[in-house]
């Protein structure tokens, strides 16, 4: 039996989580910053560092209680070193460093990308079968891999420009919803009409299977620009000024058929850029499953639309899917088997990258 507490700061959730034996979630506590960055409509990178400073001691704290574990059941500290906003990764990497050294436990640096992947191999663990072929898509990524059994990855593509989750915000942002802007986007997509609106799917030039989204990004700011609707706009922001979470009626209440026809296009185009390229890999090379986790893996249109894949698809819980560190404890647990063990000079690094 090992339990491993796992501490992720590299963005604006502060999370802490006990898993045991890599699969067994004894605990999982998010601590969001969404409130703090929503009124800038994306994360201050400043206030970020600032409020996990503030989170770090009772997050872990209740982690560790909801586990009803003491330190001396901990076999490791897991943390995420990157990517990420280096500021915010130094939280964590320095307390989980501080309780490994005072507890004498061993310290595992583990890539928030890799978490991500390990929030489905978790989850779906025995039904997973490699290779498989992992889709990351969340607001700082959006990348494809090949994953083996023995936990190799390759990269296959990745953004070259906005991420998906990034892609989602901005556009929550010029229509007037503020941030983040995935959930609420994806709330409204199904009250309109994604055919309304024609909006271009991407071409890439070299590698087919990276990503771009700021062809999509810059088509929605020219139909906004085309459309007499800044009353409109203005009216979502002051409504969320005074009102921090609208219900989905009231969203409705303040979005016109046009703006609810360019959310469903938007939508479409962005779960038709992801799930295109994962065909073109599938149809060339023997992948047995896919598994798709990130922020954007909470996205309910590309949850349904995965069905159409000719291999099964795994998507993590949507607790799991957006940042935790439930995620980076099981992702540490192979690690702690394999003795791949960091130390005491593990470094934050904003551009880590897994393959
Ligand atoms: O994985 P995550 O929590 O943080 C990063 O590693 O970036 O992902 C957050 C991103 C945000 O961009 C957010 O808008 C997006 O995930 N997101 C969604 C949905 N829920 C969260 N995007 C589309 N549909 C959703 N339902
Ligand atoms: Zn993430």
Request: aromatic content about 6%; charged content about 20%.
């Amino acid at each position: 039996m090992a339990f491993i507490l796992g501490i992720e700061s590299s963005c604006d959730e502060t999370a802490a989580a006990v898993v045991e034996d890599g699969r067994r979630v004894a605990s999982s506590v998010v601590s969001s910053q969404t409130d703090v960055h929503g009124k800038y409509g994306g994360v201050v990178p400043e206030l970020a560092s600032r409020e996990h400073l503030r989170a770090i001691v009772p997050v872990v704290r209740e982690a560790m209680e909801q586990a009803s574990v003491t330190w001396d059941n901990l076999a490791a500290v897991a943390v995420t070193a990157g990517p990420g906003l280096v500021g915010s990764l130094l939280v964590g990497i320095t307390y989980a460093k501080a309780i490994a050294s005072v507890r004498r436990l061993p310290l595992i640096g583990v890539n928030h990308i890799e978490g991500h992947i390990h929030a489905v191999l978790m989850e779906a663990r025995g039904q997973v079968e490699f290779p498989a072929l992992a889709l990351v898509a969340s607001g700082g990524h959006t990348h494809l891999f090949s994953v083996t059994g023995s936990l190799e990855y390759g990269l296959l593509g990745k953004t070259r420009d906005d991420a998906a989750g990034e892609a989602y915000d901005k556009v929550a942002k010029l229509l007037g919803f503020g941030y983040p802007g995935g959930p609420v986007l994806d709330q409204l997509a199904p009250f309109g009409d994604a055919s309304a609106l024609p909006l271009p799917l991407a071409r890439m030039k070299g590698n087919a299977l990276d990503f771009s989204f700021s062809g999509l990004k810059t088509a929605m700011l020219r139909w906004v620009e085309s459309q007499d609707m800044q009353a409109e706009i203005n009216a979502r922001r002051d409504f969320l000024r005074a009102h921090p979470r609208p219900t989905l009626d009231e969203w409705l209440a303040l979005t016109p058929v046009p703006a609810r026809n360019a959310i469903a296009a938007f939508q479409r185009v962005v779960i038709e850029e992801l799930l295109r390229r994962v065909e073109a890999v599938i149809a060339d090379q023997d992948f047995r499953c896919v598994v798709i986790s990130g922020g954007v893996a909470c996205n309910r249109g590309l949850r349904s639309a995965a069905g159409r894949l000719p291999v099964p698809a795994f998507f993590p819980t949507p607790g799991l899917s957006t940042d935790n560190a439930a995620m980076i404890a099981a992702a540490a647990f192979p690690k702690l088997a394999r003795g791949e063990l960091s130390d005491l000079t593990l470094r934050a690094k904003a551009n880590l990258t897994l393959a």
